[in-house]
């Protein structure tokens, strides 16, 4: 597979780890947005959004779970979740992630 996510996963390429457990990777944005712009993917391989199932919704599910702690470990307690599905979305990467982003005011309005 050629997921530049399963290979940051697979240590291929190297990354700034911000969180790790046995289900989860969070590394900082190479192309951050805000002062903390952190991306949070599965150690398994989901496309998007759309191939959420029974089966790996635990995955999704973890994730959220650990994202207080996500950003806690990053000194902030105000953040914004986003996740883009499909390419009109803007998704760049062919494996469901999550950006968590703060450090600043970010306003109400996402676009």
């Known amino acids: ?16 780890k911000v969180y790790e457990d046995d289900m989860i990777l969070a590394f900082k944005d190479i192309n951050p947005v805000a002062p903390v712009h952190t991306v949070i993917v599965p150690k398994i391989h989901i496309d998007s959004a759309n191939e959420v199932t029974e089966d790996n919704s635990k995955y999704v599910a973890h994730i959220f ?24 979305a803007g998704q760049s990467v062919l494996h469901i992630h999550f950006h968590l982003v703060g450090g600043t005011e970010l306003g109400e309005k996402i676009i």
């Not at 597979?1 to 700034?16: L, N, R, V, Y």
């Not at 779970?65 to 950003?71: F, L, N, S, V, Y």
Request: charged share 20%; glycine share 8%.
């Open 1 to 16: 597979m050629d997921c530049i996510f399963c290979k940051i996963i697979a240590g291929e390429i190297p990354s700034t």
């Open 65 to 88: 779970e650990k994202i207080p702690e996500i950003a806690k470990l990053q000194g902030i307690s105000s953040y914004r979740i986003i996740n883009n599905c499909g390419a009109d």
